[in-house]
């Protein structure tokens, strides 16, 4: 911490104090793009890129319970892929902080905290830039980057200083730039089923149970009770009224099982993977689940015994392969049905790695 920075954080708790309020400051986090979908992906992007790694080299935040409350839009937060996100939110360590994610909805206009008016203030100062445009100052803001730019360069700070506000409001403004291609298509996502129960449309509350594919639903969000207060969401008091958390399974339509998330790291399925690989013969049915979520399943014909790659690394439609992993050549299944299975593997062959890209279980037929 520079001296500049130990000077700032004392004069804030000092403002703080001086008003009675507890030790918290409230950071502004607002992600901009010209990506023009607005769904559950970019959501998801904004989490894992932008907010979770600020929060990483930011602040001390630990396995905390991480609270957000959102409108209900359908397509952004409400939605069986978004369901998926928050079921299987422990599963990403890589970056979750150890957080368990809890997700409120209220009804559009209801129920929404500071961002709402800070989104519409954001927007004002952008528009009254704009407005001030003339040919010799050029003001016009043409492209999402450059309001970006502006907004980061000019408006992380409030116009009024937190001793002004008497300690209340916007400490801090924190501006993501998310640039569109960055941001997955909501189509590489697996479809979801909607939940069991049709409690999708009158719940409120979403939770991550800490179990893959499952997650805990309530139809009213209590967040003010004894226990709600301090984060015991299934201890509710008021459970007459706000329904009981029930536990609900989110499922792909494919069939794909999530668990596969969690065992695919596993050495001992890992292993089980590498034993039968090495059982693969030319002719050999194989099936196999694969990471890539649009198909999570892969049926067809080993052409050859399992190798180890000594060419330049690479990348397929299968993911990269660097010397040192271990593939076989395959046809696929419907390749097969279309070519029929005497046609050489010299045009249809494609390289799967079995140990590094496909992961978690295989079947051996013939
Ligand atoms: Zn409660």
Redesign the pocket.
């Known amino acids: 911490m520079t001296l500049a920075t130990l000077l700032i954080s004392l004069e804030t708790l000092r403002v703080l104090a001086e008003n009675r309020l507890p030790p918290e400051i409230t950071i502004m986090h607002m992600g901009v793009t010209a990506n023009p979908h607005h769904d559950t992906a970019g959501i998801q992007h904004f989490f894992q890129h932008d907010l979770y790694p600020w929060l990483e080299r930011y602040t001390t935040l630990r396995g905390a319970q991480h609270l957000v409350r959102s409108d209900g839009c359908a397509g952004q937060m409400k939605s069986g892929r978004h369901f998926r996100f928050i079921a299987n939110f422990h599963t990403h360590t890589s970056w979750n902080l150890g957080n368990t994610l809890v997700w409120t909805h209220s009804e559009s206009c209801h129920g929404k905290d500071l961002s709402d008016p800070e989104c519409g203030r954001a927007k004002f100062i952008l528009r009254c830039h704009e407005m001030r445009h003339t040919d010799d100052t050029p003001t016009m803001l043409k492209t999402s980057r450059e309001q970006f730019d502006f907004l980061d360069k000019h408006h992380r700070l409030t116009t009024r200083s937190l001793r002004e506000k008497r300690g209340k409001g916007i400490y801090y403004r924190v501006y993501h730039w998310m640039p569109t291609k960055s941001i997955r298509p909501l189509a590489s996502l697996a479809e979801i089923n909607t939940l069991e129960g049709s409690v999708t449309m009158k719940s409120h509350f979403f939770m991550n149970c800490g179990q893959v594919g499952m997650i805990k639903v309530r139809e009213i969000a209590?967040l003010?009770?004894d226990?709600?207060r301090v984060f015991r969401y299934p201890r509710?008091?008021?459970t007459r009224f706000?329904g009981p958390l029930l536990c609900r399974e989110v499922r792909q339509k494919s069939g794909a099982r999530d668990s596969a998330i969690e065992t695919r790291h596993c050495s001992a399925i890992q292993q089980a993977g590498r034993e039968r690989a090495v059982q693969v013969l030319p002719g050999t049915m194989v099936g196999v689940e694969c990471i890539d979520e649009a198909e999570p399943y892969i049926v067809s014909l080993a052409l050859t015994v399992e190798k180890t790659w000594e060419g330049e690394s690479g990348s397929s439609w299968m993911g990269a392969i660097v010397a040192g992993h271990n593939y076989w050549l395959i046809l696929s299944v419907c390749d097969c049905m279309r070519l029929g299975v005497r046609v050489t593997c010299k045009y249809n062959c494609r390289l799967m790695y079995v140990h590094d890209q496909v992961t978690s279980t295989l079947w051996l037929g013939n």
Do not use: D, L, V
Request: include cysteine; glycine fraction near 12%.
């Open positions: 209590c003010s009770c226990e709600g509710c008091a008021k706000c």
